[in-house]
């Protein structure tokens, strides 16, 4: 029993992790019909902004706590992550908006594959090893075992989701976000921008990606160009698993797919 429940934490924590990447995917897709693979190389972009500001704020500021530390690379790896992602929509995806659905697919395969060699030799290939900036020592729950850095993730991740629906259902951005959604011609007519719209949704999918990149590297304590490719297509698979284009599906999807990797592994593995 005490396996079981050990894998469900595990499992609730990756799968807390891949449900903040399949937002990104589902809200892209619900409003332009585009499925856009470069989306795990940002959460990839995210995590090295934030290793790289990491070990700058480390020499500036040594006394600095490791929480403040970790706050302030996280900001860094979001703002990155937003104007990446904003760029990438403007340069690479809004020209071929009318383009066959062939065209903007082979375009992210494309965007993916250009970001990681960027990344490779921005940041070289080797593996670093991210700081542990939050205390170690593990807190025991019935019997399991879970870290501080493995709670702030679940915490972190049901604020963002929270946070998410609130902006989605109760704010002018979520209304035209849904207006988009459903019609761009006729919401343009009733005065929503869709390009400011469409520009909005990437930026917000690209904080989720850097918030679950930096989560994913605090957890694992590794970080490295090709890191994004794995967590970026299992998050894809479970925005389809909860249906693409809906947002609690990706969340229940990512959940779902987390709990299933890690009670597997824990049983069928050995």
Not at 207 to 218: D, E
Request: aromatic share 8%.
């Amino acid at each position: 029993m005490d396996i079981l429940l050990q894998q469900i934490i595990n499992g609730l924590v990756l799968g807390s992790m891949y449900a903040l990447v399949a937002l990104g995917y589902t809200m892209v897709y619900g409003i332009i019909g585009l499925i856009n693979f470069a989306h795990g190389e940002v959460l990839m972009v995210g995590a090295l902004v934030s290793w790289s500001a990491i070990g700058g704020l480390q020499q500036l500021w040594p006394a600095m706590p490791g929480w403040a530390v970790l706050l302030l690379a996280l900001l860094a790896a979001c703002v990155a992550a937003a104007a990446l992602n904003y760029s990438i929509e403007k340069v690479a995806y809004r020209p071929l908006r009318r383009a066959p659905r062939l065209a903007p697919l082979i375009t992210a395969i494309g965007m993916s594959i250009l970001l990681q060699t960027l990344a490779m030799v921005v940041w070289k290939p080797n593996y670093k090893s991210f700081p542990t900036l939050l205390p170690s020592a593990p807190l025991s729950v019935g019997g399991a075992s879970i870290t501080p850095t493995q709670l702030l993730i679940l915490g972190v991740t049901a604020l963002c989701l929270a946070l998410l629906m609130w902006l989605v259902h109760a704010t002018p951005l979520g209304r035209a976000m849904r207006a988009t959604a459903e019609n761009p011609r006729v919401a343009a007519l009733m005065g929503v921008q869709p390009d400011r719209v469409i520009s909005a949704t990437f930026v917000i999918g690209a904080v989720l990606a850097a918030v679950a990149g930096v989560m994913w590297a605090a957890n694992y304590g590794t970080v490295q160009h090709s890191m994004g490719f794995l967590p970026g297509l299992k998050a894809f698979t479970a925005a389809v698993f909860g249906g693409i284009g809906n947002l609690a599906g990706a969340v229940v999807g990512g959940l779902l797919l987390g709990l299933i990797e890690s009670i597997g592994a824990g049983y069928i593995g050995d």
